[in-house]
């Protein structure tokens, strides 16, 4: 089946350290997106990939990072400066603006 | 800036019901506009998408309009059913951006009551 895949569903991160949500997509799509969700706020977009190896911020990527070596690939890694990650984050892709965008099912992060 | 707001945050109806969310935007320069679907710890699933030289579109038992001219969208959905019950999100695609961001409400929790 087509579609996108978020793992871990859960993951727990200790102060100080780094962690990485894995998004992979076998739909053939361009285009990338983390956004991350927090209850009463919506969605706001991290990062954004339209091509391999090239990736752009969004409007709060500062504490992230990502990387794009594969087009069905787009990792992203929560690093220790972003003081307060507890959120559900979403990642998503489409092939070009005018279509539709799909999402995964989400990973769950929680600061121990 | 292109801001999407929509009201009300949260709906109750009664099984049966039909009923519309609303969705507005501020600039009316878009590519599309979608509408998503979001049970309680899950991902989005996509209902709907409007592009915009489109005036609605239709699946089952729901309808969306859009008016781009008012920065206007409705979803409509018929005979409303207890498994209709999750969070509706609508998103537009802002012309003049870079890789086709989206940018999404804050959403409308629907309760459908048996």
């Known amino acids: 089946d087509g579609g996108i895949t978020q793992s871990p569903k859960y993951l727990f991160r200790k102060e100080g350290q780094n962690v990485t949500l894995s998004c992979e997509q076998n739909?053939?799509?361009?285009?990338m997106y983390w956004y991350r969700q927090d209850p009463g706020q919506g969605l706001r977009l991290i990062y954004y990939?339209?091509?391999?190896?090239?990736?752009q911020k969004g409007d709060i990527a500062e504490g992230y990072s990502v990387s794009r070596e594969k087009k069905e690939s787009f990792p992203l890694t929560v690093t220790s400066a972003q003081k307060n990650p507890t959120a559900f984050y979403l990642c998503?892709?489409?092939?070009?603006?005018?279509?539709?965008?799909?999402f995964g099912s989400g990973t769950q992060l929680s600061v121990l | 800036k292109q801001e999407v707001t929509q009201i009300p945050a949260a709906l109750s109806v009664p099984e049966g019901e039909n009923l519309v969310l609303n969705c507005s935007f501020t600039?009316?320069?878009?590519?599309?506009l979608q509408w998503f679907r979001q049970d309680p710890g899950k991902g989005l699933t996509s209902l709907l998408l409007?592009?915009?030289?489109?005036r609605e579109q239709t699946s089952g038992r729901l309808n969306a309009s859009l008016d781009k001219s008012s920065g206007r969208s409705t979803l409509y959905i018929a005979a409303s059913q207890p498994g209709d019950s999750a969070t509706y999100l609508c998103?537009?695609?802002?012309?003049?951006?870079?890789?086709?961001?989206?940018?999404f409400g804050q959403g409308t929790e629907l309760s459908v009551k048996p």
């Open positions: 998103a537009v695609t802002p012309f003049y951006n870079q890789g086709g961001k989206l940018i």
């Open positions: 998503a892709s489409r092939l070009a603006p005018g279509e539709k965008l799909f």
């Open positions: 990939s339209q091509i391999v190896n090239d990736f």
């Open positions: 739909l053939n799509h361009d285009a």
């Open positions: 600039d009316s320069a878009i590519y599309n």
């Open positions: 409007i592009q915009s030289s489109q």
